[in-house]
């Protein structure tokens, strides 16, 4: 592995455990929003070749989707 590769690979990780740790304060509520928003991201990514727009409309249908999986 390169030395490009590991840095790339430490700086991936180091920022997934800090936005793991953002998440332990936030209500069931906030944390589906936040879950939903990042699927939503995925598949908006995926379904539209990788397009910002896909992605920031995946984003926002999964985010309001996620919120309201919980509401009664």
Same mark, same amino acid.
């Given at each position: 592995?390169t !030395?490009?590769? $590991?840095i @790339?690979? !430490? &700086? %991936?990780t =180091? =920022? %997934?455990?800090?936005?793991l +740790? &953002?998440?332990?304060g %936030? #209500? !069931? $509520?906030? $944390?589906? @929003?936040?879950?939903? +928003?990042?699927?939503? +991201?995925?598949?908006g #990514?995926?379904?539209?070749g990788?397009? &910002?727009?896909? @992605?920031?409309? *995946? &984003?926002?249908?999964g985010?309001?989707i *996620?919120n309201?999986?919980?509401?009664r």
């Open positions: 592995m !030395t490009i590769k $590991r @790339t690979l !430490t &700086a %991936m =180091a =920022a %997934m455990v800090m936005s +740790a &953002a998440c332990s %936030m #209500s !069931t $509520r906030d $944390r589906n @929003t936040a879950i939903g +928003a990042g699927v939503g +991201a995925v598949g #990514s995926v379904l539209s990788g397009s &910002a727009l896909g @992605t920031v409309g *995946g &984003a926002a249908v985010g309001v *996620g309201q999986v919980d509401k």
